[in-house]
C-alpha cells in the first residue's frame, strides 16, 4: 500500500505569490494534518482535518488554508507569501481523529519563497 | 499550553554503544501521549516509540526504550546497540488524548561513528 504522498517536492515561489501544496493519505484513512517544518526545528502544527471538517487550527495567519476533499485528500493554500514561509510542509494521515491511532507522515514539500 | 524541550541539540556515540536522550514537557493535563520520532535526511518522520501517560511501565521497541518520569515530566530515549542507520534528527512529541495535533521540540541530532 502507498504511504502518505505529497507534491510537489520542491518548489521555489516568489514573494507575495500562492501556493498549494497536495496530500493523499494512506488509503481508509481519514484525518489529515498538516506540520510546517523550518530549518533547525520541529515541526508547527497548521491545520488539522477530519471527515473534510477542520478539526484544529495552529497559530498561524489566515493566509493558510486548507480544506479536505470527498476521497480524503488535502491542500494546503497559502497567499502573499513571505520570506519566512520557506519551510518543509508536512502531511500526515491517521485513521480517526483521536490519538489512540499510528499517524504517518509523508516526505513533505520543500517551499522556497525569493 | 504544552511545550516540550529537548536541551540537546547535537550528540554523537559510537557505534554498538548505547546513547540517551533526552526531553522534558510541561502541561497540566493528566492523560496524554508522548512519542519519539525519527527524521533522517529524506526528511519523512519516522514513530520510533510511543508511550501512553496512564501506563507506568515503559515502553520499549527492540533497541529503543524510553525512560517515562511522569511526576518529572521527563521522557527520555535509550539507544542500544546504536548503528549507523540510527544516524538522524530525534524528536520528542506531545499529544493530547481528544486530538490530532503534536507538539514538537526543537530535535537532537544524532551521529553514529563507526
Known amino acids: 500500500d502507498a504511504g502518505v504522498t505529497q507534491s510537489p517536492t520542491h518548489l521555489i515561489k516568489t514573494r507575495g505569490q500562492q501556493v498549494t501544496l497536495r496530500c493523499s493519505p494512506i488509503?481508509?484513512?481519514?484525518?489529515v494534518s498538516w506540520y510546517q517544518q523550518v530549518l533547525g526545528q520541529g515541526p508547527q502544527f497548521i491545520f488539522q482535518?477530519?471527515?473534510?471538517?477542520?478539526?484544529g487550527r495552529g497559530n498561524f495567519p489566515d493566509r493558510f488554508s486548507a480544506r479536505q476533499f470527498p476521497n480524503y485528500s488535502s491542500e494546503l493554500n497559502v497567499n502573499a507569501l513571505l520570506l519566512g514561509d520557506s519551510a518543509l510542509y508536512l502531511c500526515?494521515?491517521?485513521?480517526?481523529?483521536?490519538?489512540?491511532?499510528?499517524?504517518?507522515f509523508g516526505e513533505g514539500s520543500w517551499l522556497t519563497v525569493v | 499550553a504544552q511545550t516540550v524541550t529537548q536541551s540537546q541539540p547535537e550528540m554523537s556515540v559510537q557505534e554498538a554503544e548505547t546513547v540517551t536522550l533526552s526531553c522534558t514537557y510541561d502541561?497540566?493535563?493528566?492523560?496524554?501521549?508522548l512519542f519519539w520520532y525519527k527524521q533522517p535526511p529524506s526528511r519523512q518522520m519516522i514513530l520510533v516509540i510511543r508511550?501512553?501517560?496512564?501506563?507506568?511501565q515503559n515502553a520499549t521497541e527492540n533497541r529503543f526504550s524510553v525512560n517515562f518520569q511522569k511526576a518529572a515530566k521527563s521522557f527520555s530515549l535509550k539507544i542500544s546497540d546504536s548503528q549507523l542507520g540510527d544516524t538522524a534528527m530525534y524528536f520528542c512529541?506531545?499529544?493530547?488524548?481528544?486530538?490530532?495535533?503534536?507538539?514538537f521540540g526543537t530535535g537532537t541530532s544524532l551521529t553514529v561513528i563507526p
Open positions: 500526515a494521515s491517521s485513521l480517526a481523529d483521536y490519538s489512540g491511532n499510528t499517524i504517518y
Open positions: 488509503s481508509g484513512h481519514k484525518s
Open positions: 482535518y477530519y471527515e473534510k471538517e477542520e478539526r
Open positions: 502541561t497540566s493535563e493528566n492523560n496524554y501521549y
Open positions: 508511550q501512553e501517560a496512564y501506563k507506568q
Open positions: 512529541a506531545f499529544m493530547k488524548p481528544d486530538g490530532n495535533q503534536f507538539y
